[in-house]
């Protein structure tokens, strides 16, 4: 199982971002995605999942309005990241774990395969 994050970058506060997980070595519509950032010093936290079966989409309260799951008819999840601003800047990560009864996880425990990150920076 392999997941491999990429698009992250530095970006000027206002700017938009597209980061893709790209997946492989297992059944990708079995499973869910969900994407987490840690900044330095805290804990790594989930914003947005989405089950890849049916591409339901679930978000958390920092990431509504601002960024956007979605996943290609391939291998791929893409999270595009708008209005960036500087306490977007974190290292993001893609996740891959089992739906949970018709829903996705934004916890972690949820996931059982991980990607190695993304680092975004957002300057003001």
């Known amino acids: 199982v392999q997941l491999v994050e990429s698009g992250g970058g530095l970006v000027q506060t206002g700017g938009s971002l597209r980061l893709s997980c790209e997946a492989s070595g297992f059944t990708f519509d079995d499973y869910t995605i969900g994407w987490f950032r840690q900044a330095p010093g805290e804990e790594r936290v989930g914003f947005s999942c989405?089950?890849?079966?049916?591409?339901?989409t679930f978000y958390s309260g920092a990431a509504e309005g601002r960024f956007t799951i979605s996943r290609d008819n391939g291998n791929t999840v893409y999270l595009d990241m708008n209005n960036l601003k500087p306490e977007d800047t974190a290292v993001y990560y893609c996740a891959a774990g089992p739906p949970l009864g018709g829903v996705c996880s934004l916890y972690y425990f949820g996931y059982s395969h991980w990607g190695k990150g993304t680092q975004v920076t957002v300057s003001s």
């Open positions: 989405i089950i890849n079966s049916n591409r339901k």
